[in-house]
Every structure is written in C-alpha cells, then in structure tokens.
Nanobody, 125 residues
Framework: QVQLVESGGGVVQSGGSLSLWCSVS????????MGWYRQAPGQERELAAH???????NYADSVKGRFTITRGNARSTLYLQMNSLKPEDTAVYFC???????????????????WGQGTLVTVSS
C-alpha cells in the first residue's frame, strides 16, 4: 500500500508561480514511477508531468518549459514547480504512484496505481 497526500494548491495570478508537494508513505520501494495529473472542470484527467526511478522525466506539451517535476532524495516527496502559469492550467492536480510488486517465488508481478486526493490550482487572468 502507498499513501499520497498533496499540498500547495491555491489561487495565483496569470504569469505567477506555484509549487505542489506530494508526501509519499507506505511501500515506497514498490514505486517505479510517479506523476502529476490534472483534471480541469468538465475535462478528462490528463498527465502533466512524469518521472521514473531513473530520473527520466516527461511533460505534456502544454507545460513543457514551464513545469518541473522532481523527487526528494528519499523518494518520500514528489514536487511540481509551476512557473508562468496560465488560466488554462486551472485544475485539480493529483499525485500518482505506479507500483510493481512481486507476488510469488516465480517472480510474478502485480501493477497498481495509487492516487492522492487532489489539490486545486486556480489561475486568475
């Protein structure tokens, strides 16, 4: 089991910056990658930024050059630094953990995603 708790959301003016944190606890050793997803009103949830255990990052085209995803040294925290924010960045932001767990001596594995409760980011024009 992995528990994720986001914080740092709020209201910011267009062009401003905001940082999000995700506190990670539980079976951290089973986590293979993490990401920040966002869901705007009336829209589907979409990936904003992703990082794997090797440190490789990927970003949605809409946030490239403006958002930066990082993990703490103990992998117990996930960060998202958001700069040059736009009104279209307004959404609920969710922390995600992709886990892979070995379930038997033959090495069979089970994948499972965990989600935080989300934190609201509002960018005013």
């Amino acid at each position: 089991q992995v528990q994720l708790v986001e914080s740092g959301g709020g209201v910011v003016q267009s062009g401003g910056s905001l940082s999000l944190w995700c506190s990670v606890s539980g079976s951290i050793s089973t986590i293979k990658a993490m990401g920040w997803y966002r869901q705007a009103p009336g829209q589907e949830r979409e990936l904003a930024a992703h990082i794997n255990n090797e440190g490789t990052t990927n970003y949605a085209d809409s946030v490239k050059g403006r958002f930066t995803i990082t993990r703490g040294n103990a992998r117990s925290t996930l960060y998202l630094q958001m700069n040059s924010l736009k009104p279209e960045d307004t959404a609920v932001y969710f922390c995600n953990a992709e886990t892979l767990r070995v379930v038997n001596v033959e090495g069979a594995t089970v994948k499972r995603d965990y989600w935080g409760q989300g934190t609201l980011v509002t960018v005013s024009s």
